[in-house]
């Protein structure tokens, strides 16, 4: 079971709806829990109508974001909330002039409580849920509770170089990730991800010389193309004027070499088109890292890893 360290403030959307009853909201604002639901609008006031199950609640602007956030009194942080789904805590229950239901709910508070949690347990090493909302060339930015976001920067998202977040992720997609920083002053997180993805050996072993696999070109160099066998793993073919970055390839490994990390390629052909994005496979799901060492025993280079406590 993936039971990752902020499992008790999921990201927004990875909660599975719930049919919620009048008395199930009057429970939460008891209790203090947070439920989610859709923004379904947003008036001119920018105050968001949530529907909750059958329930509408009104959330005020004021309610919409922390004021910690980055951007959160610019109307954009508001208006793009519309068509999400968004977590909340329920602040009131009333009722109209024709006794319907007035539920008044706030998205502030639910951040509150989350970034409340993060500063006392999370450090960096810990392995959160995410879920990535925005990518940009130099990062992706991902929901790690309750719509707080951290970035994961391009050079920490695989081993195996991309360009571009989207070589690897999409727009909603639910990943895992490691805190790298946390500036407990400003709350801002940063993140990482190859750490998950397996050292050169583990994925080196899924390999042997003499098979013929697919690869994707990452790299089109004067002495030869980079090829990604997997996200965390990447080997070396002689140079071809036909190959550009982002194709897809048939390869032979012809050699694998732990001692010096290195994997000779040779290529069959050009193949299609890749439709699908590379299969993220988690080695590591949940509790806390302190090191981990990408390169084999007996490397005889510099050992390449990442310690997390350099940065507590």
């Known amino acids: 079971m993936i039971m990752p360290e902020n499992r008790a403030y999921p990201p927004e959307g990875l909660t ?45 602007r004021e309610e919409a974001t922390a004021p910690w956030i980055s951007g959160a009194n610019r109307e954009i942080a ?54 990535v909302v925005r990518m940009e060339p130099f990062g992706a930015f991902a929901d790690i ?34 805190v790298k920083a946390f500036d407990r002053e400003t709350r801002r997180v940063t993140l990482t991800h190859k750490e998950l993805l397996g050292t050169w050996l583990e994925n080196a072993s899924q390999f042997s010389p003499g098979e013929t696999v697919p690869g994707i070109v990452r790299g089109v160099m004067d002495y030869g193309c980079f090829v990604e066998l997997t996200p965390n793993l990447s080997g070396l073919t002689d140079r071809r004027e036909d190959l550009q970055e982002g194709d897809a390839v048939s390869v032979t490994i012809r050699s694998i070499r732990p001692e010096r990390m290195k994997i000779k390629l040779q290529v069959i052909e050009k193949l299609p088109e890749q439709a699908a994005l590379p299969t993220l496979s988690y080695r590591i ?11 084999p025993a007996g490397y005889e280079g510099a050992p390449i890893a990442t310690d997390f406590t350099e940065t507590l």
């Not at 009048?22 to 923004?39: D, H, Q, T, Y």
């Not at 409580?113 to 090493?125: F, I, S, V």
């Not at 799901?285 to 390169?295: A, H, K, M, Q």
């Open 16 to 60: 599975p709806p719930a049919p919620y009853t009048l008395a199930e909201l009057r429970s939460a604002m008891e209790s203090r829990a947070v439920v989610e639901g859709v923004a379904q609008r947003c008036d001119a006031a920018l105050n968001l109508s949530v529907q909750l199950g059958r329930i509408s609640a009104i959330m005020p």
């Open 78 to 131: 508001v208006l793009s909330r519309v068509g999400k789904p968004i977590c909340c805590t329920v602040e009131s229950i009333a009722a109209d002039a024709k006794g319907a239901p007035l539920v008044t709910v706030s998205r502030r508070q639910a951040q509150e409580q989350a970034m409340d949690t993060m500063l006392e347990n999370l450090r960096p090493g810990s392995v959160v849920a995410g879920r």
């Open 145 to 178: 509770g309750r719509g707080i976001v951290a970035l994961l920067p391009t050079e920490f998202i695989s081993a195996a170089r991309i360009r571009r977040p989207e070589q690897r992720f999409r727009t909603g997609q639910r990943i895992l990730a490691l």
């Open 285 to 295: 799901t949940d509790g806390v890292l302190e090191r981990w060492v990408y390169s």
